[in-house]
Nanobody, 119 residues
Framework: QVQLVESGGGLVQAGGSLRLSCAAS????????MAWFRQAPGKEREFVAR????????YTPDSLKGRFTISRDNAKNTVYLQMNSLKPEDTAVYYC????????????WGQGTQVTISS
């Protein structure tokens, strides 16, 4: 059983920064990759970034590249999301997720952490 626990959310002013963390626990945790998603009120869940667990290969959509950076610390079983130059439209609940294979669904999800950006 794998558990993902996000932390680091909060309220910041536009232009500020936050770093989210996602700590994973469970026996032999070794996913193919981990990712961050977000969901704003009334909107569909949106993919934010992903990172492969072993090689550390990252992917961030062009719309977020340059502001959002995903990283991981394998020794701590933790994935991070550094968010800079935050905008009010970044307000959402941010979730981390993990999956076992490259093309499968994300099997494990955290409970989410609220990020609110004030203008």
């Amino acid at each position: 059983q794998v558990q993902l626990v996000e932390s680091g959310g909060g309220l910041v002013q536009a232009g500020g920064s936050l770093r989210l963390s996602c700590a994973a626990s469970g026996r032999t945790f070794s996913p193919y990759d981990m990712a961050w998603f977000r969901q704003a009120p009334g909107k569909e869940r949106e993919f934010v970034a992903r990172i492969t667990w072993h090689a550390g290969i990252t992917y961030t959509p062009d719309s977020l590249k340059g502001r959002f950076t995903i990283s991981r610390d394998n020794a701590k079983n933790t994935v991070y999301l550094q968010m800079n130059s935050l905008k009010p439209e970044d307000t959402a609940v941010y979730y981390c997720a993990a999956r076992s294979t490259a093309f499968g669904n994300y099997d494990y999800w955290g409970q989410g952490t609220q990020v609110t950006i004030s203008s």
